[in-house]
């Protein structure tokens, strides 16, 4: 009998059940109450999530949760965090807001957690304050250039740029005593500030909104690096952990900023460091005189964050597969949001369970068994850095690892309606493209997701012509650690912007207590249509994934990025490298002889799929294409960095768009004299990528060639 | 059809046919002429294997040679490395020999190379001559407790005890100069030493026989650990090399031992410091006035030996298997020797050389190809530190680790003709087993190979009874790397020594120029029925490997092991752990869960070996067995070692026989403080240990179960 195979009566069927309905549904529901990591209605989740993949007429196979005791952060209820301006003689004459304006009836009450920055420490230091832009490390060298004594202050930033923690990193390099963060309406609002103009009248961030974040710097529970945080594991004492910020931490309404920022005294910050908070931003220290405070007023910053341990689930479920049990497609997202989070993480959520549903009832009918096993995963404290995912990855490396053929990531699944977006490593691009093209796109018109998405995004690739383009995964979200630290191909969807309507960094209520159902339902998503796409698309490719007889795994497309971050290290870096006797030869035989192997493999899969190939060789050359993705780790390639070991991925501080190690060390030697140990780094970051090519060549290799 | 599985009509046509003479006549072409790493002779070999494998009636499907570019030592040809006695005024009083005897006309010639120790650096030290027994830490601190001054000393040390560069480590930390070693007679020659005594007289070493060795404290080519020593890889400088003896050292034969140590004056050395020199070993410094110098001269050490890169060659066979070309049954020897390397390595080459011609002879005729692949190794360089196979391992590591069923090695086939001695891991205990039930041995009697090896080397299992026992892997030979470093289960087999009739540390002639064909001829094995004995022993282990449906690796087996670990750390440890708060309850667990799901396999693979399963399915349970081995790798585990990553098997210097990383650490802690960071470490290590353990019961755990 002919092998189980790819059914497109089935894949259609799925396609046409997956319900804009119901996942508005399970979005309500879901989004109800807010659920901050380990809060009880976190619990409650954990508990309908159960219930749903136990469900008799459309539950899967098996469910579980299970706990990791891991360190969070949360502010004090009894001692709130505080932010003040106090006057001359030591009197407190304005408060920042410590809640955000109760503007829905849904950002009141005890569950609405102080917006905070989770890990900052707690203290309360008092300053003068300085405007110091996004915070990075130049814009700190910004204001010393200008003679600004940092020594003491209080510094003022705005989100983006760089990380959340690294704004209090380089501060505290230069003496800065605590940091506040806020989110202008230049990077968020378009420009737009007024109430009127906000949430909930737009989609724009309300002038009280806050962002909330975790400040941490790496992911994973900060106690046990590299060890599941079970009860028993071994934790490192607090004065051991590196990452958190060093310095006092509170994040703000662009309201309060506007109060603070438009009464500063001091030189005209750069044009690049203005706003849209309708004043000249001036760098301080202190305030003007001729404005709201007392000129030698100073800011008073009261942080009162705890560390604690607590219980974070995971639930997994899994349909088990009826031919390769032992083979899995991964599908996760968190549970966990900051306040009610319907659209971080919710509408994740809420099209995983539709998922869940259209694929359980097909299974319980008896109508359908995927020839791979498919496992749902919930993961917990993603918030807090990615922990119930990275945790799940340690405890279960190895078989993880040996049988995992992708993994598919849906956090938030609706940013906006205009594109689907992408990000993944090459090997997923194909079968994505493959699912797109037979979905009908949400919007206006009669294209395919597929033909949509390429009028957004694209690129002209030298093997397709023009196609539309997938974004690098960098640790966003809870693929970080499946693809950087697992090596597992993996993929991140959504449906976002239009850019050419919006500058917005991200969704303006983001992480903030107006991240509601209403916001979703109103301005987001009206009629779900962008929901349903997401879960259309994630479903064909996990359908695509578990089903196929040949998995549907494209390892040649990998060519296309060598090339590329080759040609980058030619263009850019060769003469340097020449200077200093470091040839690209061996690099540019490695990337040859992957291609070779590539194209050979793939005329080998046409071959075999032009015949009647036994299960046994179909098998055979299936490892080969899930295993390619683990040829490209290293766990010693970079020894400063936690988890990252994928050679290709991991992240890049240099300029040149080449091997991230290439690059970063590159830019790290630049400034040495030739034959230092910055050279030598550069010399062994090519020899690391060399071997990961070669090896990943000889993976792709016939099994039985030496 | 049936699936192709062992057949036992094949497995005993093999059996009759490995021919001992045909076993003698590789040997005797093998150890015609000394074949050092990288020498002519060296490179001739590769070229007979390639012939040997490339033989269209008895060959191999495939057979390539590759070379890596690595840091071997060698003395100096113009300047040879000298050891003298030199008097008051300065004038050579004495010489010890530069060269060995030629008492067999082999000993001489330029091919021989001059006694030394691979990687001393150059340096000519002069000082007063100590006896330091074997080198160790307690041996150096033993002489300060007496009182003698080791600054600018020639500490003279007799092998054994430590490794071999240990004891210039150690001596270097107590300010000595140079160091010499030799062998005892009362090590190697149960206390005898006249020529008329040992070889060509008897297997025992003459007087003026040295041992060479490699005195590199790690394993794999020095200048590129973790890379390929591919021309293109980067290569370490030399400043930052570490592992190589710190100061100038030289090994020299008993008869000029004896002339040195004879005369010592000072303290008499303790009881266990004696030898069978045949005069009472004192302790220096310096000499006696009534010996035979005067006493105040000194010795003088000159080494001269010079560090080279040199292209060393691996030549790799293959037998593509017929259903599972991409599951690797690996199974090697080194090629290089010290000199005509008779017993080492050729013993081991001539047995794999008649191996591959016996199933070369089957594959050719078309009578027989294994379901798996079979691949033959011939490792260049071992002697200089297992560096072929460990460049291997680096360049091919995802490759290997996702494919190779096991590893087999063997490197000196036989020691003596006693009995079979067998190191490995325990999942192939049961294949050894099986294999060596079927096969006669060589001795008296009519004894199985199992049942005479019972009666030398057993141990009362819990589940078999009295049962052969396995040794444990440690770093002897090529499978190091393979155990250590890739995970995979490894075994080495060798006849060897009747220990109640000898008490030498190893063969007596091991890594001298006496180690010729005469040697094993006259005294080793006449007949060369012992090494019948190990390639049929070896040749039904790879069989049953490559051709059998299910796996022959009862992973269940390391039970045993993990009891035992257990035990001990009961046993020695519970009570020190609980004073500092260490539970050992979740290793306990762990420990309870693995067994649990090893044996519900074990009901698993029962069930299906009743029915008719289909070899996907096989297929899956397989790499479940064939992958529990590398649940037991973290490469994080001991961050101080080099490649060593199994946290059961990597060396424990502690003296409690438990987990090796629990034992060294609470070695390490014991003198500590509580809550010292020792003792964090102690936690860390049984974490690491629970970590691994609970991996391996999942990877055997139903490959659907959550
Ligand atoms: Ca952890
Ligand atoms: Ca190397
Ligand atoms: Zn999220
Ligand atoms: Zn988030
Ligand atoms: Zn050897
Ligand atoms: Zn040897």
Redesign the pocket.
Known sequence: SAPQDLDLQILETVMGQLSASRIRDNLRELSRDPHLATSPRDEDLVQLLLQRWRDPESGLDSAEASKYEVLLSFPSQEQPNLVHVVGPTGDIIYSCRQTEENLTGEQGGPDVVQPYAAYAPPGTPQGLLVYANRGSEEDFKELQTQGINLEGTIALTRYGGVGRGAKAVNAAKHGVAGVLVYTDPADINDGLSSSSETFPNSWYLPPSGVERGSYYEYFGDPLTPYLPAIPSSFRLDLANVSGFPPIPTQPIGFQDARDLLCNLSGTLAPTTWQGALGCSYRLGPGFRPDGGFPADSQVNVSVHNRLELRNSSNVLGIIRGAVEPDRYVLYG??RD?WVH?AV??SS?TAVLLELSRVLGTLLKKGTWRPRRSIVFASWGA??FGLIGSTEFTEEFFNKLQERTVAYINV??SVFANATLRVQGTPPVQSVVFSATKEIRSPGPGDLSIYDNWIRYFNRSSPVYGLVPSLGSLGA???YAPFIHFLGISSMDLAYTYDRSKTSARIYPTYHTAFDTFDYVDKFLDPGFSSHQAVAQTAGSVILRLSDSFFLPLNVSDYSETLRSFLQAAQQELEALLEQHSISLGPLVTAVEKFDAEAAALGEHISTLQKGSPDPLQVRMLNDQLMLLERTFLNPRAFPEERYYSHVLWAPRTGSVATFPGLSNACSRARDTAPGSEAWAEVQRQISIVVMALEGAAATLRPVADL
Chains 1, 2 share one sequence.
Do not use: L, T, V, W
């Open positions: 997202n968190h949001s989070g971080d993480p994740g993603e918030e956090d938030i966003g979200s809870d």
